[in-house]
């Protein structure tokens, strides 16, 4: 109890810093606004504020989990919104103001023209705070903008890729590729199904999910059963399972409990008509060819490392390329390449692209490239390939910026 009620000081503490320190550039900004206007700004300014405290009282004292998992994506992006709105409106005014205390200092040392400074000691400037309170303004506009239009913007990519040992029976075959799904952060179910319905469209020989169907529980997945078992394709639909699949970020009651959703998580694969493949593999023949179909459970630099690579391999040797599907593109350098040159090509998701960045042309950037070295599209040493899909779903933040989700179309052909 202790522990809570420091937790929530230290949150109302920062919330009071920061509402005070902005609220001065609210009351300036609108200093010369009619009386309707002028009121209507200052009173709405506290309302995010109590949403904040109301919001992590309840997280603090509260149960969370009581709610879906898209609600509460909702109410932490709505604090984050304010807070972090705020906080670049205030990064405006520091500098100002540290300007204006540095001239003041050397007017009363005499180092300078001596000011008269009405008022407070360090007035602040009508102009500077009107435009904090409007910069303040575009992240809440971006968050808005990437949930109501970025969560479903689906968009197709098309990537050709050579293999050099690929058989002839099997050149020009082409895979689907979805990843990251999160289904417990779905808030719109109709347009979820149109981005299956765009990738069915496609009519793939065959298709790869690499990984997260939930953020924790199995029964995150439950609503969504039906609309992710229409995903067939005529060579099978192969899975693996994700990091967030195995329900490690949940405090459970028990490891009974734990291993029960793991278990459940894996009968939904199976319910959806998905090839789930739990450190194994699978061979497809085509005209009396092989080609080697490899799941590994997640393993990953930072995060759990359930896979065993070498036990997904074993039986392989002799199929002519060898596709794998790892969920963490960080396996790719620490084992896929230096222990297996014969893996021809790995399928990974992960990075969400962070949800939020900037792709035009040949230009791409996001933060989590300061995180992982591969974090979205084709990757290639020597003869061995990766790609990284930017995602189907979301998680935490309930919309995309910048960074669509994706829907991956290969073609594969002899090199």
Do not use: C
């Amino acid at each position: 109890m202790r522990y809570r009620i420091m937790t929530l000081a230290i949150f109302f503490l920062i919330f009071l810093v920061v509402d005070v320190y902005f609220y001065q550039a609210v009351l300036s900004a609108s200093k010369d606004w009619t009386p309707l206007w002028r009121n209507a700004l200052r009173i709405g300014f506290w309302i995010p504020t109590a949403f904040a405290v109301l919001s992590v009282t309840w997280f603090v004292f509260g149960n969370p989990y009581a709610i879906s998992a898209s609600t509460r994506n909702f109410i932490i992006t709505g604090v984050v919104a304010a807070y972090l709105s705020k906080v670049l409106g205030i990064v405006l005014l520091l500098g100002e103001d540290l300007y204006r205390g540095v001239r003041w200092m050397g007017s009363y040392f005499g180092l300078g023209p001596k000011e008269s400074l009405p008022g407070a000691v360090i007035p602040r400037s009508q102009f500077l705070s009107q435009i904090a309170v409007s910069t303040a303004a575009l992240p809440l506009g971006a968050f808005a903008y990437g949930i109501i239009s970025g969560a479903h913007d689906y968009r197709i990519r098309r990537v050709s890729v050579s293999l050099k040992n690929l058989p002839k029976s099997f050149d020009g075959i082409r895979i689907g590729q979805i990843s990251d799904i999160h289904s417990g952060s779905f808030w719109n179910k109709v347009a979820v199904k149109g981005g299956v319905e765009l990738l069915l469209g496609e009519k793939p020989d065959m298709i790869f999910f690499t990984g997260d169907l939930v953020n924790n529980h199995a029964d995150e997945v439950r609503d969504y059963l039906p609309i992710f078992e229409k995903v067939k394709a005529p060579l099978g639909v192969f899975s693996i399972t994700g990091n967030h699949d195995y329900g490690d970020y949940h405090r459970w009651d028990s490891r009974e409990q734990k291993e029960r959703n793991f278990r459940d998580l894996v009968q939904a694969h199976k319910v959806m008509g998905y090839d789930i493949l739990m450190n194994e593999n699978r061979i497809i023949t085509q005209g009396g060819e092989k080609m080697a179909i490899l799941g590994n459970e997640n393993w990953g630099v930072r995060f759990s490392k359930y896979g065993k690579l070498e036990q997904a391999y074993r039986g392989t040797e002799e199929a002519a390329v060898k596709l794998l599907l790892s969920h963490d593109p960080t396996h790719w350098d620490a084992e896929v390449r230096p222990k297996y040159p014969d893996i021809d090509m790995m399928f990974a998701g992960h990075t969400h692209g962070f949800q939020f960045g900037v792709e035009i042309g040949d230009f791409k950037w996001s933060p989590v490239q300061y995180v992982y070295k591969q974090w979205a599209d084709l990757h290639r040493e020597g003869d061995q390939y990766l790609y990284v899909n930017r995602g189907f779903g979301y998680i935490g933040y309930p919309g995309r910026v910048g960074i669509p989700p994706e829907i991956t179309l290969f073609e594969l052909k002899r090199a």
